[in-house]
């Protein structure tokens, strides 16, 4: 079994930076990266940033690229997000991944409890 547990979550205001962590563990061994989706009210749950096993390599929703930068230590991933407008309002999800097609939800073999982003105008 594996576990994702995520942190970082809250209020915060436009223009704002918040920190999102999430923290893998139990059978990781077969995972080929890591990741976060964000889901808002009445909306699809949508590919934020993903990053592979070795950290080298990143990915990003194209609209979210130079505002959102994911890293990782070994089995825990951070999102940044910075400048943070009220649409990215959501429910953030961490995502571990068995395939490597990161912006597919099918993709993902665990996912995390969620943590509330709330970003105010």
């Known amino acids: 079994q594996v576990q994702l547990v995520e942190s970082g979550g809250g209020l915060v205001q436009a223009g704002d930076s918040l920190s999102l962590s999430c923290a893998a563990s139990?059978?990781?061994?077969?995972?080929?990266?890591m990741g976060w989706f964000r889901q808002a009210p009445g909306n699809e749950r949508e590919f934020v940033a993903a990053?592979?096993?070795?950290?080298?390599r990143t990915y990003y929703a194209d609209a979210l690229r130079g505002r959102f930068t994911i890293s990782r230590t070994k089995n825990t991933a951070t999102l940044q997000m910075n400048s943070l407008i009220p649409e990215d309002t959501a429910i953030y999800y961490c995502a571990l991944y068995l395939r490597g097609f990161y912006s597919s939800v099918g993709s993902v073999g665990a996912w995390g409890q969620g943590t509330q982003v709330n970003v105010s105008s």
């Open positions: 990053i592979d096993s070795t950290g080298r």
């Open positions: 139990g059978r990781t061994f077969s995972a080929v990266g």
